[in-house]
């Protein structure tokens, strides 16, 4: 099996060290910080396949944490639980909104280590439903995989996100300023003018298939809706 390496991220020492313990006897390789400043870093020079993060903590919050590393195109996809003692409403749903799963406090370190398992193999094995099917492309958002005929096209993470936002939406015109928008993220500048290199590269990568995104004269582009 695997040895998957989660963050552990609590100010909460007893809590941290807890987790820490229970998650290394399941098998996992685990670090612990109680900072969102130093989670940031680490994620970013380290790399995790997950991060259970506290909701409320000293200086950056959770919520803060978990914004930033979704605009960041480096981590954007790395699973995260929310783990706070709150357990309003409000809270939970603020939280869903950027986790993949919410545990609240007091919780069972055993039932915390089925929801991990159960969102790394989430991401792992996606389903049918999570595959995206237009013509002769499929696309894989999870494993940020590219077929097209059942062969694998190397996309760079703009041309990615250009092709999955344009797909998402067949038959609707999504401006350049919309685009740029769509795939914007810390250190990864995009422009307006850049999308139009982006497209041309992404069409010649698709081969037959690059028609299917097409111009709109003085507006941007769109996903062919049959093709």
């Not at 998650?23 to 670090?31: A, R």
């Not at 999870?142 to 797909?167: A, D, H, K, N």
Request: glycine fraction near 8%; charged fraction near 30%.
């Amino acid at each position: 099996m695997d040895t998957y390496s989660i963050l552990v991220v609590d100010d909460e020492e007893d809590i941290a060290e807890l987790v820490r313990y229970n998650l290394t006897s399941e098998g996992f390789h685990v670090t612990c910080t109680g900072s969102g400043e130093d989670a940031i870093r680490l994620i970013r020079t380290e790399g995790f396949d997950l991060v259970v993060l506290d909701l409320m903590l000293p200086g950056m919050s959770g919520i803060k944490v978990a914004k930033t590393l979704r605009s960041d195109p480096k981590v954007l996809n790395i699973p995260i639980i929310m783990l706070t003692a709150k357990s309003e409403e409000p809270d939970i749903l603020s939280g869903l909104e950027l986790a993949d799963d919410y545990v609240t406090k007091p919780f069972s370190p055993k039932i915390l280590g089925a929801r991990i398992s159960a969102v790394l193999r989430r991401k792992s094995e996606p389903t049918e439903k999570d595959i995206l099917r237009r013509g002769d492309i499929s696309i894989d958002p999870g494993r940020r995989r590219v077929e097209v005929r059942g062969e694998p096209v190397e996309l760079s993470f703009t041309e990615f996100q250009i092709l999955v936002m344009l797909c998402r939406r067949p038959g609707w015109v999504s401006t350049r300023a919309q685009i740029v928008d769509g795939v914007r993220g810390d250190n990864y500048p995009v422009t307006e003018r850049s999308v139009d290199v982006q497209i041309v590269g992404l069409r010649k990568k698709l081969g037959h298939c690059g028609h299917y995104i097409e111009t709109v004269r003085s507006v941007g582009y769109r996903f062919k809706e049959n093709p």
